[in-house]
C-alpha cells in the first residue's frame, strides 16, 4: 500500500489523533474488512520497526500500529473496521525488555513481562512463556507474541536456578505453580 496516509488511518480505527489511542483497546474480533493488500512495514527481530526503508522513530505511531496489530491466517496485519493491511514481522511482534519478578501471598512466584511498547504482561494461562528452539517468547493477544530479550532471559535463568529448577537435565522457572523450561542444560 503506497502513499499511506495516517489521518485516514486514525479516523477508520475512531481516534483523531494519535494521543487517543494510548491505553485503548480495540474490539479486532468483530471487525471483518477486505484485505488491501500488503504495506511496506516491516518489524525486524531486534524490535525496529520500518516504513518504506526507513525506521520508524515516532513512538506513538508505533504505539497507533501495536493497537491494531493481530495476525490472521499465519499472516501479521493491522486491521481497522474498514481495511486490513499485511505487514511483514521477522520474527515477534515485540521484545521483552524489562520483568519484574515477585511472590505471592501464597508464597507463588509472580512474573511480570514489560514489552518494547510499554505493555505489561503477567505471565500464567492466558500469556504463557514458550520456548522456541533457544529462544524464549510469551504468547499474546490476537495471535501475537514478543521474544523475551537475552538480558531478561539470563535474569530468567539466574531465578531458575535460584528455585532449584534443574530438572532432568533442563531448566524449569515455576510461576504460579507452573513450570516453564528455559532450556536444555546439555
Known sequence: MSGFDLSQFTKAIGAETTHELSGLAYPLEKWSPQSCGAMDLLIKANGEWWHNGTQITRDKLILLF?????????????????????????????????????????QRGQLKLVTNIGDCIDVGDDYPLVLKGDRLYVNLWRGLSAQVNRAVYYDLVELALSQCGDVDNKLWLTITNKPYCLGDLS
Open 66 to 106: 501495536s493497537k491494531v496489530l493481530c495476525v490472521e491466517e499465519g499472516v501479521h496485519c493491522l486491521k481497522t473496521p474498514v481495511e486490513k493491511i499485511d505487514i511483514v514481522v521477522e520474527d515477534a511482534a515485540f521484545l521483552v525488555v524489562d520483568y519484574q519478578f515477585s511472590i505471592d501471598e501464597h
